[in-house]
């Protein structure tokens, strides 16, 4: 055909992108409105539908004229955009989305997200410029799914909600390093698989399939017997209730250590028929969340300054360690064997070539980096001239399912791993002959494997069955799993942990992530939780004054009432509201601010940002209707 395009075009399309140097924070909007809160608040790529072909009909969505605004906005502040182009088309609908392709090139935007192969050959075609991105719709549940549709032009798999954190890994570990693995963390959860519910259609003739879905999951079902028409039995499930299908909501906040380490690199959050307010909250939850993850995992300081490249912490039994594990060892023998000659100047910081460096360590790592494979070569024998010019490359080819951790006949309770005398131990001290194989330490600080003289504690070196890098048998399939090396819990603020809480939602849950605690229906309502409300957007602050801020009203404010500002990138403000202070757009005093969307005036010391959300407590927290 005259119109294709070289693969290789489409391949090295913006690859630099791919390759991420950080965790993305994907936030949802269904307007233009949304689109810009989100970038706001944070958000490295915010993903929103057009007036057809979306998987969502309720929201306003954007018209072309939306998206060249929102990707200029979006690109100036460093973020992306995606479309949704997901839904699944009949033959009548193909040429239009043609058509509505070509459109979308021209607006500026970043990805296309689709679901049916034939409209991603015809957008690798149409649009080879834009990168493609395979929805949750395609139900992408194995990397052998990923990387076929790799081959065919896609840059990212958007998971199955379906899948969990071990799935997670395995897929990482088997795709290109430059497919990104795009993984839900927040928001509403559907009880079909992967959003293909067709209850919706069956019932009202509204196809969840082309973004019209009724949610039917959430209505409260009763029990009608043919022959007695009019009588409507309670459906009880023991006394829990009647909401048959209704799904928990999706919070993984405190959990996307482990999911980033698993190899997730696009964090997703649900809600593009949501308001500006959730948008704003949620998505400044989530990048505050990450940018603690990259401090606290050592990828950046506190100022964004990049101190080492970002990778996930996968590894698979039996293939080559990766270069930053090699890294992080050798960084962490490096800052011990200082902190060993500071403490003890007659303790030597390295010993010959060919030896091990003084190992003090290994009896931190145990605690910091349990499993971390030890890199150093067992054997002491000196390489021949046939193999000495491998020497240098030897760290680099090492074997993960050969480096494992475990302790060694040859390891001293100290920690030193170059023993030298026949009992096991280095004879850098004192305790250390006893004829049984142990170093004669009677304190269970004894390292050796082989140790089981009578009042000595086994060793405390974590067993193979503990190492997530210890070599492991297959399953029946003869499938091995990957694994992920530990890392410390990366903590959060308190106040990050209650930011989910502040928006409308159902009972959290984890999703299908572990699957020891699945989610589950709450089948005694389908209501959301409000504790929090919004009472206004913040228009203008100017320090005249001593500092005071305009706002467009949303519900009622009053004197000593508390409210909080929530803002970008930080914890909220909180503020108490100041008596006898407040003004109408016109200047005129007012007593409160009783006038929803009408503009107002009251003394504010702190500087607070355009379009700052404003939302304080309700007087008593309710249920609001799905």
Same mark, same amino acid.
């Given at each position: 055909?005259s119109d294709? $395009?070289?693969?290789d075009?489409?391949?090295?399309?913006?690859?630099?992108m791919?390759r991420?140097? /950080?965790?993305?924070?994907l936030?949802?909007?269904?307007n233009?409105?949304?689109?810009k809160?989100a970038?706001?608040?944070?958000?490295?790529? $915010?993903?929103?539908?057009?007036?057809?072909?979306?998987?969502?009909?309720?929201p306003?969505?954007?018209t072309?004229?939306?998206? =060249? =605004?929102?990707?200029?906005?979006?690109?100036?502040?460093?973020?992306?955009?995606?479309?949704?182009?997901?839904?699944?088309?009949?033959?009548?609908?193909?040429?239009?989305?043609? =058509?509505?392709?070509?459109?979308?090139?021209?607006?500026?935007? @970043?990805a296309?997200?689709v679901?049916?192969i034939?409209?991603?050959?015809?957008?690798?075609?149409?649009?080879?410029?834009?990168?493609?991105?395979?929805?949750t719709?395609?139900?992408v549940t194995n990397?052998?799914?990923?990387?076929?549709?790799?081959?065919?032009?896609?840059?990212?798999?958007v998971?199955?909600?379906?899948m969990?954190m071990?799935?997670?890994?395995d897929?990482?570990?088997? !795709?290109?390093?430059?497919?990104d693995?795009?993984?839900?963390?927040?928001?509403?959860?559907?009880?079909?698989?992967?959003g293909?519910?067709?209850?919706?259609?069956?019932?009202?003739?509204?196809?969840?399939?082309?973004?019209?879905?009724?949610?039917?999951?959430?209505? /409260?079902?009763?029990l009608?017997?043919?022959?007695?028409?009019?009588?409507?039995f309670? !459906?009880e499930?023991?006394?829990?209730?009647?909401?048959l299908f209704n799904?928990?909501?999706?919070?993984?906040?405190?959990?996307?250590?482990e999911?980033i380490d698993?190899?997730?690199?696009?964090?997703? !959050? =649900?809600?593009?028929?949501?308001s500006?307010?959730y948008?704003?909250?949620i998505t400044?939850?989530?990048?505050?969340?990450?940018?603690?993850y990259?401090?606290?995992?050592?990828?950046?300081?506190?100022?964004?300054?990049?101190?080492?490249?970002f990778?996930?912490?996968?590894?698979?039994?039996?293939?080559?360690? %990766?270069?930053?594990?090699?890294d992080e060892?050798?960084?962490a023998?490096?800052v011990?064997a200082?902190?060993?000659?500071d403490?003890?100047?007659? $303790?030597?910081?390295?010993v *010959?070539?060919?030896d091990? +460096? $003084? @190992?003090?360590?290994l009896?931190?790592a145990d605690?910091?980096?349990?499993?971390? %494979?030890?890199?150093v070569s067992?054997? +002491?024998?000196?390489?021949?001239?046939?193999?000495?010019?491998?020497g240098?490359?030897?760290?680099?080819?090492?074997?993960v399912?050969?480096l494992?951790?475990?302790?060694s006949a040859?390891?001293?309770?100290?920690?030193?791993?170059?023993a030298t005398?026949?009992?096991?131990?280095?004879?850098?001290?004192?305790?250390?002959?006893s004829?049984d194989g142990?170093?004669?330490?009677?304190?269970g600080?004894?390292?050796?494997? @082989?140790?089981?003289a009578?009042?000595v504690?086994?060793?405390?070196?974590?067993?193979?069955?503990? @190492?997530?890098l210890?070599?492991?048998?297959?399953d029946?399939s003869?499938?091995?799993?990957?694994?992920?090396? +530990?890392?410390?819990k990366?903590?959060?603020?308190?106040?990050l942990?209650?930011?989910p809480?502040k928006?409308?939602h159902?009972?959290?849950?984890?999703?299908?992530?572990?699957?020891?605690?699945?989610?589950?229906?709450n089948?005694?309502r389908?209501a959301?939780?409000?504790?929090?409300l919004?009472v206004g957007?913040?228009?203008?602050w100017t320090a005249?004054?001593?500092?005071?801020?305009?706002?467009?009203?949303?519900?009622k404010?009053e004197?000593?009432q508390?409210?909080?500002?929530?803002?970008?990138?930080?914890?909220?403000l909180?503020?108490?509201? %100041?008596g006898?202070?407040?003004?109408?757009?016109?200047?005129?005093p007012?007593d *409160?601010?009783?006038?929803p969307a009408?503009?107002?005036?009251? +003394?504010?010391?702190?500087?607070?940002?355009?379009?700052?959300?404003?939302?304080?407590?309700?007087k008593?927290?309710t249920?609001?209707?799905?």
């Amino acid at each position: 055909m005259s119109d294709t $395009v070289n693969p290789d075009t489409v391949n090295n399309v913006k690859n630099a992108m791919n390759r991420r140097t /950080k965790p993305e924070v994907l936030a949802p909007a269904g307007n233009l409105r949304g689109l810009k809160t989100a970038v706001d608040f944070g958000a490295d790529a $915010v993903y929103c539908g057009g007036k057809a072909f979306g998987m969502r009909s309720a929201p306003k969505n954007l018209t072309l004229e939306d998206f =060249e =605004e929102g990707s200029r906005y979006a690109h100036e502040r460093g973020a992306r955009v995606y479309v949704t182009c997901n839904i699944l088309p009949r033959n009548a609908e193909v040429k239009a989305m043609r =058509e509505y392709i070509g459109q979308l090139k021209d607006t500026g935007v @970043d990805a296309l997200i689709v679901t049916d192969i034939g409209i991603l050959m015809e957008a690798r075609r149409i649009a080879p410029e834009l990168e493609l991105h395979v929805s949750t719709q395609a139900g992408v549940t194995n990397w052998g799914a990923a990387n076929a549709l790799y081959e065919l032009g896609a840059r990212r798999v958007v998971l199955a909600r379906e899948m969990d954190m071990q799935a997670v890994r395995d897929i990482r570990a088997n !795709i290109p390093a430059d497919m990104d693995v795009e993984c839900f963390v927040h928001g509403s959860m559907c009880m079909a698989f992967s959003g293909r519910c067709l209850i919706s259609n069956y019932l009202t003739g509204r196809d969840g399939n082309h973004g019209e879905c009724a949610q039917p999951c959430r209505w /409260k079902y009763s029990l009608v017997e043919e022959k007695r028409p009019g009588q409507v039995f309670p !459906i009880e499930e023991t006394a829990e209730g009647t909401y048959l299908f209704n799904s928990q909501d999706m919070c993984m906040m405190e959990h996307l250590d482990e999911l980033i380490d698993s190899g997730a690199t696009s964090l997703k !959050i =649900e809600g593009r028929a949501k308001s500006a307010y959730y948008i704003a909250a949620i998505t400044n939850a989530y990048r505050t969340a990450v940018d603690e993850y990259m401090v606290q995992r050592g990828f950046e300081s506190r100022d964004g300054e990049i101190l080492r490249p970002f990778h996930d912490r996968v590894v698979v039994p039996g293939q080559p360690a %990766p270069a930053w594990l090699l890294d992080e060892r050798a960084a962490a023998a490096d800052v011990d064997a200082a902190v060993v000659a500071d403490a003890d100047p007659s $303790v030597p910081t390295a010993v *010959a070539d060919g030896d091990a +460096p $003084v @190992d003090a360590v290994l009896r931190n790592a145990d605690a910091a980096f349990s499993g971390v %494979p030890d890199l150093v070569s067992e054997d +002491p024998a000196e390489p021949t001239d046939a193999t000495a010019s491998e020497g240098a490359d030897a760290a680099d080819t090492a074997v993960v399912a050969d480096l494992v951790a475990t302790p060694s006949a040859a390891t001293c309770a100290c920690g030193r791993t170059d023993a030298t005398q026949s009992d096991g131990c280095c004879g850098g001290h004192d305790d250390a002959a006893s004829s049984d194989g142990c170093c004669g330490r009677g304190d269970g600080s004894c390292r050796r494997a @082989d140790a089981d003289a009578a009042g000595v504690a086994e060793s405390t070196a974590p067993s193979a069955g503990d @190492d997530p890098l210890a070599p492991v048998e297959s399953d029946e399939s003869g499938w091995i799993h990957a694994r992920v090396v +530990p890392a410390p819990k990366v903590t959060l603020p308190d106040w990050l942990k209650e930011e989910p809480y502040k928006v409308a939602h159902r009972d959290y849950s984890t999703g299908f992530y572990y699957p020891e605690q699945k989610v589950v229906q709450n089948t005694d309502r389908s209501a959301y939780f409000r504790s929090w409300l919004i009472v206004g957007e913040v228009l203008d602050w100017t320090a005249d004054e001593g500092g005071r801020v305009t706002i467009m009203s949303r519900n009622k404010i009053e004197a000593g009432q508390e409210i909080e500002f929530l803002l970008p990138g930080r914890a909220p403000l909180a503020y108490t509201v %100041p008596g006898g202070a407040f003004r109408d757009e016109n200047g005129e005093p007012v007593d *409160a601010i009783n006038n929803p969307a009408h503009v107002f005036s009251f +003394p504010c010391s702190e500087p607070v940002p355009h379009n700052a959300a404003i939302r304080s407590r309700t007087k008593r927290p309710t249920l609001k209707a799905a």
